[in-house]
């Protein structure tokens, strides 16, 4: 399809969902029409529907926490890219498959058997073990930024941003002087989790992997040479993982593990900020960061949803649902589901029901779970730590995405605390 056609279509597509979405659809206010600064009030409106809601968008929506998990765990319902819901035709910038999809191809979309043996190859990277030996480097990179700033700064350009990436270059094996860069890519390749929407969005998606991908292959020729102790090494060496599979893993490595964790240090400061009960405890208990990060996950999760579909025609809570569907399941809608949390709309880190969904469950859930968490949680304790009266200094701007939530910039100040004072 030309870039014109696809154009008028997305124009016409647009019309009609604003018109559904005027009319109340739950379904066309939450992916039909802006990003809203607030989708929490459309998660209830799902919620006060129906435990399964048809939409217009040719899609099912369900904010039950119950429903959520059940079909997470059915392999009856498989995954498919959130960006299915989006409006462009993202088929067209495979360019004949040229490009690898790191959202289509990766084993975040696969079913098993494809599934489990990708999975299998990179898990021991994420394994309690795995994740000890990481912890002191996690905790060096956050000193190392913070020593960076000093008097006003972005909480997410200057250091929300900067951790997570160095944590997957180290991981993958890229070498220091390509952070900035990869850096770029990461960024660019949040469109392939949210879906382009809009033909400019597609433009920055190819060009970001193209880029990426011509880097990797040069890293896989390095690696191939000089093996270290990396991923890539490994996958490198082990001879049956041809070059698709190795590119969209170590792609979905960045996808998934990047902008996701630097929403949820966004997202625990702005809550911390927010709490006046909350800073004192942290500030006075550093290891109340692990509940403070929890809280964040279940309250205001980086991920809001994810979609499956059945494999076959299926009859769920008492509607048929045709085979292919997709199936909005909102995590952010379930993590306030009141069956589940008591006073779910309001943020108490020492809550004792823990069963959120911002990892997602079932075959998918989270590898890169516990390192979000450690991340996040050094993160908050390096920062609260040096800046105890943090505050936000400016007008903070969300980032542009339904799947995705999370503050892009998040000007901060607060006097710069010598170890002295802080223990003191
Ligand atoms: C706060 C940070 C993070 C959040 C909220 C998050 C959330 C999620 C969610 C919701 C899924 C499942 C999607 C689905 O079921 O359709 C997922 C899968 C995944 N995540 Fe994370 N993630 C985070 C950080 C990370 C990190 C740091 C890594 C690794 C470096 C990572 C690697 C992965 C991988 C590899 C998958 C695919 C698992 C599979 O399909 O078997 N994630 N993540």
Same mark, same amino acid.
């Given at each position: 399809m030309s870039d014109l056609k696809n154009a008028a279509l997305l124009l016409l597509g647009r019309l009609i969902v604003r018109f559904e979405a005027l009319r109340g659809d739950p379904g066309a206010r939450l992916f039909g029409t802006a990003v809203s600064r607030d989708p929490y009030p459309v998660y209830e409106a799902v919620r006060a529907k129906g435990e399964l809601v048809h939409s217009s968008?040719?899609?099912?929506?369900?904010?039950?926490?119950?429903?959520?998990?059940?079909?997470?765990?059915?392999?009856?319902?498989?995954?498919? +890219?959130?960006?299915?819901?989006?409006?462009?035709? !993202? $088929?067209? %910038?495979?360019?004949? #498959?040229? *490009?690898?999809?790191?959202?289509d191809e990766s084993?975040?979309?696969?079913?098993? +058997?494809?599934?489990?043996?990708?999975?299998?190859? !990179? $898990?021991? %990277?994420?394994?309690? #073990?795995? *994740?000890?030996?990481?912890a002191e480097f996690v905790d060096r990179v956050v000193d190392e930024y913070l020593d960076r700033v000093d008097g006003p700064f972005d909480l997410v350009g200057d250091f929300a941003a900067r951790v997570p990436v160095r944590v997957i270059a180290d991981l993958l094996g890229v070498p220091d002087d390509d952070h900035d860069a990869f850096d770029r890519w990461g960024a660019a390749m949040v469109v392939a989790l949210d879906g382009a929407q809009d033909m400019k969005e597609l433009r920055t998606l190819r060009d970001g992997l193209a880029e990426f991908e011509a880097f990797l292959d040069d890293l896989i020729a390095r690696r191939r040479r000089e093996p270290g102790e990396d991923v890539v090494s490994a996958l490198v060496g082990r001879g049956d993982?041809?070059?698709?599979?190795?590119?969209?893993?170590?792609?979905?490595?960045?996808?998934?593990?990047?902008?996701?964790?630097?929403?949820?240090?966004?997202?625990?400061?702005?809550?911390?900020?927010?709490?006046?009960?909350?800073?004192?405890?942290l500030v006075a208990e550093p290891s109340f960061a692990d509940a403070v990060v929890e809280e964040t996950l279940r309250m205001d999760p980086p991920v809001q949803y994810t979609v499956r579909a059945p494999n076959t025609t299926v009859r769920l809570a008492g509607t048929t649902v045709p085979k292919g569907t997709p199936i909005a399941l909102l995590l952010a809608g379930a993590n306030r589901d009141p069956a589940v949390f008591a006073d779910p709309h309001t943020f108490r880190p020492d809550r004792p029901e823990r069963e959120h969904l911002a990892?997602?469950?079932?075959i998918h859930y989270c590898l890169g779970a516990g390192l979000a968490r450690m991340e996040a949680a050094a993160a908050l304790r390096g920062l609260f730590g040096r800046f105890p009266d943090l505050r936000v200094a400016g007008r903070v701007r969300r980032r542009q995405s339904r799947v995705l939530r999370g503050a892009a910039r998040l000007p901060v100040a607060g006097g710069r605390h010598t170890m002295v004072e802080t223990i003191s």
């Open positions: 968008m040719r899609l099912f929506m369900t904010s039950s926490h119950a429903l959520c998990d059940r079909i997470l765990r059915d392999p009856v319902f498989e995954a498919v +890219p959130a960006g299915a819901l989006s409006p462009v035709d !993202v $088929a067209e %910038w495979r360019e004949g #498959r040229r *490009l690898v999809n790191p959202v084993f975040l979309v696969l079913s098993p +058997p494809d599934h489990t043996r990708l999975r299998r190859m !990179v $898990a021991p %990277w994420f394994t309690p #073990r795995g *994740l000890r030996a990481r993982v041809d070059r698709r599979d190795l590119i969209a893993t170590t792609e979905l490595l960045l996808v998934a593990g990047f902008e996701t964790t630097v929403n949820l240090i966004g997202n625990a400061v702005l809550a911390v900020v927010a709490h006046p009960e909350v800073r004192e405890r990892f997602s469950g079932g």
